[in-house]
């Protein structure tokens, strides 16, 4: 995970923090990088500026993604269950730890639960983030309510953590 990180740093990210709102900046061809590592580089990088807005946000996305799981439970969705129950404790601990999340189940979220080729891995995090925002906080559709990732990116997004990109 380190090499992805230092490899966005070399490659020219940016970081940056304005009045509440902590921007990352990345180079403007940032699509060749994966969302994954756009996630975790702005994980990190908040993680960096400031730690104990890192602890706060880690700590609203376990919130976040343990009542997504209640409700995988209340429509009997054992797979989404189990997924947001294993990135909500890892977030909980991201928050009392300070340390980032669990890479890899991260990327089990990402791809879908382990398939490759769904639509989401092919997003970047920019486009997630603004179709996020363009919808508000209401993510509309059950199967947002339940994707983790979009759990995550809505909870960054009203936090005021954005990804900026200096074009």
Not at 13 to 23: K, M
Not at 68 to 91: C, I, K, R, Y
Not at 93 to 117: E, F, H, K, V, W
Not at 125 to 148: H, I, K, M, R, V
């Amino acid at each position: 995970m380190q090499s992805i990180l230092s490899a966005l740093q070399s490659a020219g990210a940016t970081t940056g923090t304005t009045a509440g709102t902590s921007s990352v900046g990345h180079p403007a061809d940032s699509s060749r990088f994966s969302p994954l590592a756009q996630l975790m580089s702005l994980l990190q990088q908040l993680q960096q500026l400031d730690p104990t807005k890192y602890k706060q946000v880690t700590r609203q996305i376990a919130t976040n993604l343990q009542n997504a799981a209640q409700s995988a439970a209340s429509d009997g969705n054992t797979t989404a269950l189990n997924q947001l129950n294993q990135l909500a404790t890892d977030f909980s601990n991201a928050s009392q730890s300070g340390q980032l999340p669990n890479i890899q189940d991260l990327a089990q979220a990402l791809s879908g639960g382990g398939t490759s080729g769904t639509s989401s891995t092919n997003k970047t995090l920019n486009q997630l983030l603004a179709a996020l925002e363009s919808t508000g906080t209401q993510t509309g559709t059950q199967n947002d309510a339940l994707n983790p990732i979009a759990i995550i990116i809505d909870t960054l997004a009203t936090a005021g953590v954005t990804n900026s990109s200096n074009s």
